[in-house]
């Protein structure tokens, strides 16, 4: 699933691209993934309705329209946004008023489309967690002394930090020598300093690097982002430690694959 940077990614990327545009018109190829309201309402909806601002929270897309309402976007597993598109893959096309298109593309048809008149009222978005960019490291540190929970699930779930998912959880424990099954509450204070540190370095890079190409996420553009070539255990069991030469781990933890360095973490 995209995480935080490869939502940012899409987020700053469409800032650029189609803010002041009109939607002039919607092709629904697929409307499973209009969750609300009907197909109809939808496409209605949003006909003449001007972007006016972008927001992300956590890994969700909130676009403002100028008619008061809202359009979420979630990509979950293989959701894009391409711009321009061409609707070969497009499970819903939004046709701008710069005769181009913008395709949300999605093979498994897991990703939702929302159009609401307040986003804030969402379910999805009032459980939300704080992202690592909201909180100081005191509260990140007394957040995680209250959790006896196994960190990686723990930062995986997005009622506690919102945006970081198994990929990022993986990298930023790695660089913070932590070892994923280890409870948070047993945590030093070094390391929850360290682990402050290296989840919010790590996001940063991500989207320097224009997010990770693992599975189905591109850039709006359709290319891939640059980041695998820089992860550091994730997808590289079996394959040396680029610390100390120890063969990468997988196990499984929370029902996910794991990545970790049996000695460099402990």
Not at 55 to 83: A, C, D, P
Not at 138 to 154: G, W, Y
Not at 220 to 239: F, I
Request: glycine letters at 8%.
């Amino acid at each position: 699933m995209p995480e935080l940077p490869e939502v940012e990614t899409i987020k700053l990327e469409l800032d650029k691209l189609i803010l002041g545009k009109k939607i002039i018109g919607v092709i629904v190829n697929r409307a499973k993934v209009i969750k609300e309201p009907s197909k109809d309402k939808f496409t209605q909806g949003l006909k003449n309705a001007i972007l006016k601002r972008i927001l992300r929270k956590g890994k969700g897309l909130i676009f403002e329209l100028s008619n008061g309402k809202f359009l979420l976007v979630h990509l979950r597993m293989t959701g894009q946004l391409v711009y321009p598109g061409n609707a070969t893959q497009a499970r819903v096309s939004f046709k701008l008023s710069d005769g181009k298109l913008l395709d949300f593309n999605d093979r498994r048809v897991l990703g939702e489309l929302r159009l609401v008149d307040n986003w804030q009222d969402m379910k999805f978005f009032r459980e939300l967690g704080p992202e690592i960019y909201d909180l100081t490291l005191e509260q990140f540190s007394q957040m995680l002394s209250a959790k006896t929970t196994k960190i990686k699930p723990l930062l995986m779930d997005q009622t506690f930090i919102s945006g970081v998912g198994n990929l990022y959880a993986a990298e930023a424990l790695f660089r913070a020598r932590i070892h994923p099954a280890r409870s948070a509450k047993s945590l030093s204070k070094k390391e929850r300093s360290s682990l402050f540190k290296e989840i919010t370095d790590t996001l940063n890079e991500a989207i320097r690097y224009k997010g990770s190409s693992v599975d189905q996420y591109v850039q709006v553009s359709g290319e891939a982002g640059d980041y695998a070539g820089h992860h550091k255990v994730y997808d590289r069991e079996g394959q040396p430690c680029l610390r100390c030469k120890t063969k990468i781990k997988r196990i499984s933890l929370g029902g996910r694959g794991t990545y970790f360095c049996p000695r460099c973490q402990i």
